[in-house]
């Protein structure tokens, strides 16, 4: 399937992740919740749940960015306006963020829509890591 228009993304959804960090040598996870809330110029996304390190407390996690349509495709900013990256067409498309010194590469997964998935890969002198998050409707 195609990149579905940005208002099918309304609503509530199901959110697990694993995190594979190289470079402290373990694996985190997340359970939670992301939630698509309709604001004046598209959705503001709201990530909530607790993330598990190994022989740790679980900690709550939370983030927010906003969605917008564009004409490219769904533009992705942090909370703060910043523009993160695009979600262009297609049923597995990616983009890349730079965050000197580190590198922010994500691919997206529609095709099994409405699950649907997204795995980031971070490298640089201060990060090396692959996150993997799925969603399914609430």
């Known amino acids: 399937?195609?990149?579905?228009?940005?208002d099918a993304f309304a609503?509530?959804?199901?959110?697990s992740r694993r995190i594979e960090d190289?470079?402290?040598?373990e694996t985190l996870?997340?359970?939670?919740?992301?939630?698509f809330v309709p604001d004046a110029a598209g959705f503001t996304y709201i990530e909530d749940g607790l993330l598990q390190a190994?022989?740790?407390?679980?900690m709550r996690a939370q983030r927010r960015y906003l969605w917008r349509q564009g004409a490219a495709g769904i533009e992705v900013y942090f909370?703060?306006?910043?523009f993160f990256h695009l979600i262009g067409a297609g049923p597995s498309p990616a983009a890349e963020h730079d965050c000197a010194p580190d590198v922010?590469?994500?691919r997206y997964d529609f095709i099994g829509w409405p699950d649907w998935?997204?795995?980031?890969r971070v490298t640089g002198p201060h990060k090396d890591y692959v996150l993997r998050s799925e969603y399914r409707r609430a």
């Open 1 to 6: 399937m195609e990149r579905p228009n940005i």
């Open 11 to 15: 609503g509530d959804w199901a959110l």
């Open 22 to 25: 190289a470079r402290a040598g």
């Open 29 to 35: 996870t997340f359970a939670g919740t992301a939630q």
């Open 54 to 58: 190994p022989d740790r407390p679980a």
């Open 79 to 82: 909370a703060d306006g910043r």
């Open 104 to 106: 922010y590469r994500v």
């Open 117 to 120: 998935r997204a795995e980031w």
